[in-house]
């Protein structure tokens, strides 16, 4: 486990933060809900297409920033089967699945998007677009 410094504006300002050894920003981000946030280590931004390539050091200094200009977000149409249903959701613009997958808790499901399923293989390089209408499955004949 390495330790870090996460400092949360708006919000609950810094605290420390445990990620497991070689963690990235995508795990920081899943871990601690920052979704939609500009992400800032040690002085330097680092665009969201970076999270999942970038580790984060011990004894870093994270800022997670809701962006004084607003953030570019884009709305889409999630349907949870089973589950709750349709909802709309709020996503950053350059949201791949695999980002939709950590923010919703959907792992383990199958993904459809616009009535084309994708393999979990490929949710890290498949952005979400606006307005895409996005199922998550439970396997019909269960879950192995």
Same mark, same amino acid.
């Given at each position: ?6 400092? +949360? #504006?708006? %919000? *609950?300002? $810094? /605290?420390?933060? @445990? ?13 601690? &809900?920052? =979704?939609? /946030? ?19 050091? *011990? ?8 962006? +004084?200009? !607003? ?9 949870? #089967?089973?589950? *709750? !249903?349709? /909802? ?6 350059? $949201?791949?699945?695999?980002?939709? +997958?950590? @923010?919703?808790?959907? =792992?383990? /499901?199958?993904?459809?998007?616009? %009535?084309? !399923? ?8 498949? *952005? ?5 209408? #996005? ?8 879950? &192995?």
């Amino acid at each position: 486990m390495q330790n870090l410094t996460l400092v +949360v #504006i708006p %919000g *609950p300002g $810094a /605290r420390s933060v @445990q990620l497991p050894s070689g963690a990235t920003i995508s795990d920081l981000v899943c871990q601690e &809900s920052l =979704h939609g /946030r500009d992400i800032i280590v040690n002085g330097q931004g680092v665009p969201a297409s970076l999270w999942d390539s970038t580790p984060i050091s *011990p004894n870093s200094e994270v800022f997670a920033t809701g962006s +004084v200009k !607003g953030n570019n977000t884009q709305t889409i149409t999630l349907v949870v #089967i089973p589950g *709750p !249903g349709a /909802r709309s959701v709020l996503l950053p613009a350059d $949201a791949t699945l695999s980002d939709l +997958v950590c @923010q919703e808790s959907l =792992h383990g /499901r199958d993904i459809i998007v616009n %009535g084309q !399923g994708v393999p979990a293989s490929m949710w890290g390089e498949t *952005p979400v677009t606006p307005n895409s209408e #996005i199922f998550a499955t439970g396997s019909v004949k269960g879950n &192995s």
